[in-house]
């Protein structure tokens, strides 16, 4: 079988009505739900005419339909997002809507739907052998609860889509892998007890940053004891800290859970230029961790989903993207940035300052590394002596 790669676009995202409504709706615009962010992230790729390769198919959204819903969500949450689909005012905290961070308009329902059917076909298709791995770069809306909204996400396509692969393959040990700089709180919680999911989240932790959650000791209840992993790092961490993480945990891990199934949930949102995170990572980081999950993944049973996840700097998680695209497809990046990609990014408001794939090498303050790294080390330990036995791993 020869190697494809799907890639799921967001054409019918983009044609949406409302979509070009939230940033009047709101004093302040929406950093995830707006047009730049939609167009910027997808040109790239297309305007690098990286689409033509033959390792890459594209592929549409669809909806998903309300039984797929319903596999995490309640109805009655269903049912209040369509009515506010379609009547685009009535109210309700209840379910986390109509926030600052899930706002209400035209259409909501159809654009929480529209990634979720993607993620269940990215998933299905890659588990019937149609296709070696997809990605979709809307998806991974970690933070939605069954019956609640929240930060940028309406439904789980994440959680919808395990429980979607759960009911083919019952026995498969499935790897939730979440570099996003959120923790994975939505879901964490709905494969808490589970051990044949394991939630590995990285992701930065602070005071007061969202959503609070993701410390070590959240390592899951019953017959799911220790298969929640949470990484969580200080602000500031920068690509060596993180690495060392990775490599010191994630890797021995994976290698004792060999898992038959993977989602990985990228999140942009740790990179440096990211404005609602405070973590260091460069590109290279996510080039690593690209190809790395991919070795990874060959050394088992090559089955992998990649789930965009969060990134607010608009150019920056179209490189991001289209790195992890780029390593996953087998296909070169352009030697330099697209002009008329750069041009549509100014359109929207953007600079592209660096034309390249690189970012600028930037160490923190001399002072502050020796802290970071201290903080970073604990929490290595701290995951090691949680959760190492689990996998019958010595520290
Ligand atoms: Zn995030």
Known sequence: M??????????????????????????????????????????????????NEPTISVQPMRYATREELNLFHDYSYIETLELFGNMGSAFSARFGLDTD??????????????PVGATI?????????????????????????????????????????????????????????????????????????????????????SMGFFPGTGRVEENGVGD?????VNVPLPPLTGDVEFWTAFEELVVPIWLAYKPHFVFW?????GHMNDPLADLMLTLDTYHRLSMTVRQLVHLGT??????????????????????????????????????????????????????????RPLRTDDDHYPKIRRAVDETIEKVKELIFPTFGLEK
């Open 121 to 205: 076909d990215a998933t299905m298709r890659v588990a019937n052998g149609e296709f070696e791995d997809a990605m979709s770069f809307v998806g991974g809306f970690h933070h939605a609860m069954k019956t609640k909204a929240a930060g940028f996400c309406y439904y789980n396509d994440c959680v919808i889509g395990i429980k979607k692969l759960k009911e083919k393959r019952p026995n498969d040990r499935i790897l939730y892998l979440d570099t996003d700089v959120h923790h994975g709180d939505g879901t964490q919680g709905a494969f808490y007890d589970d051990p044949n999911v394991l939630t590995i989240s990285m992701h930065e932790y």
């Open 302 to 359: 090559r089955k992998l989903v990649i789930l965009g996840g969060g990134g607010y700097n608009p150019v920056t998680a179209a490189k991001v993207w289209t790195i992890v695209l780029a390593d996953l497809a087998d296909v070169a990046l352009p030697p330099i940035l697209p002009a008329k990609w750069i041009e549509l990014c100014r359109k929207y408001g953007y600079d592209v300052i660096r034309g390249g794939w690189i970012d």
């Open 224 to 228: 799911g004891k220790g298969y929640s």
């Open 101 to 114: 961070e899930c706002p209400v308009f035209q259409d909501v329902d159809k654009y929480a739907s529209l």
């Open 265 to 269: 949930n990228v999140g942009a949102d």
């Open 2 to 51: 020869s190697r494809i790669t799907a890639l799921f676009e967001p054409e019918l995202l983009l044609a949406l009505e409302g979509v070009d409504e939230l940033d009047k709706m709101r004093a302040e615009p929406n950093p995830f739900w707006n047009r730049a962010r939609l167009d910027i992230t997808w040109q790239l790729p297309v305007m690098s005419g990286m689409l």
